[in-house]
T-cell receptor, first 110, second 115 residues
């Protein structure tokens, strides 16, 4: 059974810092990995999708890496802003199912 | 184009009542997923529809839960004889599987409160 772990559970940083969120998964036979953002009381917004054959994806200040063999992914956020405050979820997808981590709640202080 | 929509946005019901939650996926998306997010917990997979294939119901927590997808589009999640532990946000997502690409687009969710 696939298990996804995200560390840390919560993170607070001052504005402008670069930061890394971690995601690990137990079964490396994944189809792809997706990072989401969830704002309080709202649904999920997809940030980046990495296919199993890829090593990383970039979008603006976000960079996600994937090391499938070791079961790890990182989400790097450069020059963090207060608007980045949210819960970040990673999900691994295989055989029609996504397994989500519990998320990392990020607070960026002005 | 419109994203995934869900209705109602909030539902309060009494224990023992049946509820129906609706999901309108993005037009043309062949895959549709239901998830549940309980307070302070992660997302829990419930059920997956892909085209005309039999749905994957392996995540449904009990036989009180069922879902249908009519005409390959709108889906309804039904919870019978609701219990207090059913209180959660129910999220629907759709995706268009193209080769190795599968990005899930989520709706805003339905917040269910069982009194």
């Amino acid at each position: 059974k696939q298990e996804v772990t995200q560390i840390p559970a919560a993170l607070s940083v001052p504005e402008g810092e670069n930061l890394v969120l971690n995601c690990s998964f137990t079964d490396s036979a994944i189809y792809n990995l997706q990072w989401f953002r969830q704002d309080p009381g709202k649904g999920l917004t997809s940030l980046l999708l990495i296919q199993s054959s890829q090593r990383e994806q970039t979008s603006g200040r976000l960079n996600a890496s994937l090391d499938k063999s070791s079961g790890r992914s990182t989400l790097y956020i450069a020059a963090s802003q207060p608007g980045d405050s949210a819960t970040y979820l990673c999900a691994v997808y295989n055989a029609g199912k996504s397994t989500f981590g519990d998320g990392t709640t990020l607070t960026v202080k002005p | 184009g419109a994203g995934v929509s869900q209705s109602p946005s909030n539902k309060v019901t009494e224990k023992g009542k049946d509820v129906e939650l609706r999901c309108d996926p993005i037009s043309g998306h062949t895959a549709l997923y239901w998830y549940r997010q309980s307070l302070g917990q992660g997302l829990e997979f419930l059920i997956y529809f892909q085209g005309n294939s039999a749905p994957d119901k392996s995540g449904l927590p009990s036989d009180r839960f069922s879902a249908e997808r009519t005409g390959g589009s709108v889906s309804t999640l039904t919870i019978q004889r609701t219990q207090q532990e059913d209180s959660a946000v129910y999220l629907c997502a759709s995706s268009s599987v193209e080769g190795a690409i599968d990005t899930q687009y989520f709706g805003p969710g339905t917040r269910l409160t069982v009194l």
